[in-house]
Nanobody, 126 residues
Framework: QVDLVESGGGLVQAGDSLRLSCAAS????????VGWFRQAPGKSQEFVAA????????LYARSVKGRFTISRDNAKNAVYLQMNSLKPEDTAVYYC???????????????????WGQGTQVTVSS
């Protein structure tokens, strides 16, 4: 059983940066992928980024590639999402989650993940 807790959200202006954290407790994330997803009001859940714990392979949504960077810290059992050049359309609740099993490629579907955190709100004003 893994518990994930997100933090770092807030209200910022367009062009600003934020770093989200996803802290894991209960077991290590070895052999799994940790992903970030987001959901804006009235919209469906959207994949943002993911990282394989064992080899650092990453995957980004086209909408955030070049602006967001996902990374991990073994010692802290945590994953981070550095978000730069934020846009109003990045406004959403951001969730982290753990893959349900090891994957040969980095997964990006919500159904491939479980152990969802409670989410952290990111609001970007124009």
């Amino acid at each position: 059983q893994v518990d994930l807790v997100e933090s770092g959200g807030g209200l910022v202006q367009a062009g600003d940066s934020l770093r989200l954290s996803c802290a894991a407790s209960g077991r290590t994330l070895t052999d799994h992928t940790v992903g970030w997803f987001r959901q804006a009001p009235g919209k469906s859940q959207e994949f943002v980024a993911a990282i394989n714990w064992d080899d650092d392979t990453t995957l980004y949504a086209r909408s955030v590639k070049g602006r967001f960077t996902i990374s991990r810290d073994n010692a802290k059992n945590a994953v981070y999402l550095q978000m730069n050049s934020l846009k109003p359309e990045d406004t959403a609740v951001y969730y982290c989650a753990k893959s349900v099993r090891p994957f040969a490629r980095v997964p990006d579907r919500g159904s491939d993940f479980d152990s969802w955190g409670q989410g952290t709100q990111v609001t970007v004003s124009s």
